[in-house]
């Protein structure tokens, strides 16, 4: 069955990196497109990253571009988020998503199918 289970978030500070991974079941990852939303407080859930099947495209919010970078590891179906420079505005519960289809995008999370449980990003001084 498609399962899909985050971890890696905690606490840092400003300016400070995490790693987050993804490890799904249930699925060939390369066959899928993957994605990382995020959602804080309040907010509706927006997209950070993803890649496409077969590494077909991949897209990042303008707001993490340059401090963010999406990786797969098809051989042991996972996905990660390398998260660098943190900024207080990047806290959120941080979700890995995916759905079968070959482009992949950072819009409406209702294009989605399938999700982890969640992970929580905090960044403070």
């Known amino acids: 069955q498609v399962q899909l289970a985050e971890s890696g978030g905690g606490l840092v500070t400003p300016g400070g990196s995490l790693r987050l991974s993804c490890v799904v079941s249930g699925f060939t990852l390369d066959d899928y497109s993957v994605a990382w939303y995020r959602q804080a407080p309040g907010k509706e859930r927006e997209g950070v990253a993803c890649v496409g099947a077969r590494g077909r495209n991949t897209v990042y919010a303008d707001s993490v571009k340059g401090r963010f970078t999406m990786s797969r590891d098809n051989a042991e179906n996972t996905m990660y988020l390398q998260m660098n420079n943190l900024e207080p505005e990047d806290t959120a519960v941080y979700y890995c998503?995916?759905?079968?289809?070959?482009?992949?995008?950072?819009?409406?999370?209702?294009?989605?199918?399938?999700w982890g449980q969640g992970t929580q990003v905090t960044v403070s001084s």
């Open positions: 998503t995916s759905v079968d289809f070959i482009l992949c995008g950072v819009g409406p999370a209702e294009q989605y199918e399938y």
